[in-house]
């Protein structure tokens, strides 16, 4: 049950792209259509972003996606707002339990 | 409204025992598989632990196997998590967590445990 891999940080300006990474193994990310993303800002409850991969619960901004090659996953957010600015984890299924990434803090600058 | 609220977070020493409680309401809590899932203090989620609807499967981390029992009451839309034997490194926020199919797509406000002498 080792933790997924995230860069501690990334950032862009307003209206810009940004693309979160998340690297995990052949028995969780690269096994499994599994994974997901959250949104967490200081002091509030993770928000469901991305779940299997690609798919935006119902009130998620299409500037949200999701893909995933091989181990790695990645989280995209196009036309970024400031409202964006918050700490992103990934996290993924892995047979009998589930793992999460260090998680990100995009900024928006 | 869709709701998940903790409750039963506190001060407690190390050796101790602790349950938290978790009330559902606005959906039919006997179908969705729940999980507990902690932030300690300026980190990241970790997973703790998952229980089927039914509770006829429960798995748990590594860190908390054989300390932590994850258990639910169907009738009374609530969700349990005995945690024994506490560390310090037990420190965090405890989340409840709905499970929608693979993902965690409701989160209650989370309840403080603090493990300290």
Request: charged share 15%; hydrophobic share 30%; aromatic share 12%.
């Amino acid at each position: 049950q080792s933790a997924l891999t995230q860069p501690p940080s990334a950032s862009g300006s307003p209206g810009q792209s940004v693309t979160i990474s998340c690297t995990g193994t052949s028995s969780d990310v690269g096994k499994y259509n599994y994974v997901s993303w959250y949104q967490q800002h200081p002091g509030k409850a993770p928000k469901l972003m991305i779940y299997e991969v690609t798919e935006r619960p119902s009130g998620v901004p299409d500037r949200f996606s999701g893909s995933k090659s091989g181990n790695t996953a990645s989280l995209t957010v196009s036309g970024l707002q400031a409202e964006d600015e918050a700490n992103y984890y990934c996290s993924s299924y892995a047979g009998t339990a589930w793992v999460f990434g260090g998680g990100t803090k995009l900024t928006v600058l | 409204e869709v709701q998940l609220v903790e409750s039963g977070g506190g001060f407690v020493q190390p050796g101790g025992s602790l349950r938290l409680f978790c009330a559902a309401s606005g959906f039919t809590f006997s179908t969705y598989s729940m999980n507990w899932v902690r932030q300690a203090p300026g980190k990241g989620l970790e997973w703790v632990s998952y229980i089927s609807f039914r509770s006829d499967t429960v798995y748990y981390a590594d860190s908390v196997k054989g300390r932590f029992i994850i258990s639910r009451d169907n009738a009374k839309n609530s969700l349990y998590v005995q945690m024994n034997s506490l560390r310090a490194e037990d420190t965090a926020v405890y989340y409840c967590a709905r499970n929608k199919v693979y993902d965690f797509d409701i989160w209650g406000q989370g309840t403080m445990v603090t493990v300290s002498s």
